[in-house]
């Protein structure tokens, strides 16, 4: 397996967590600070803050979103006004540990289904999300155009 190092960094960040999956995230920054809580679907108490696959969730469809935006800049396609993208994103144990699958939702009301798939496809391609979790996890896509 090829490791996908990027030629240069354009951006970087850190965050520091304390307190694991019930403690804190912030960012180095200070434009991100969350508190953590276990779901009570892992064992949690479902307190009150998020949790780690929400924010992966969030930042996944996200930077997915932004994908799609850059090809249809480039390409001249129009995006409708409702232009949406949810990303659920599951946990559960795999042998010797956990892992996480992805249900993308996309809304691309009144687009050209063949267009939209195809964007979609591009996005998938080009998303260094999807170039980070590629092969490693399930990946569903319901287009909706």
Known sequence: MSLKTPSKINYSTTVTSTGGRAGKAKSDDNALEVELSVPKAIGGDGGPGTNPEQLFAAGYSACFMGAMQYFAENE????????????????????????????????????DQDQANELVEKAHGFCPYSNATRDNIEIDFSIHA
Do not use: C, R, W, Y
């Open 76 to 111: 001249s396609i129009e995006l409708p006004e409702d232009f949406s993208v949810s990303a659920t994103v599951g946990i559960g144990p795999v042998k010797g540990g956990m892992a996480i699958t992805v249900k993308f939702d996309i809304q691309l009301t009144g687009m």
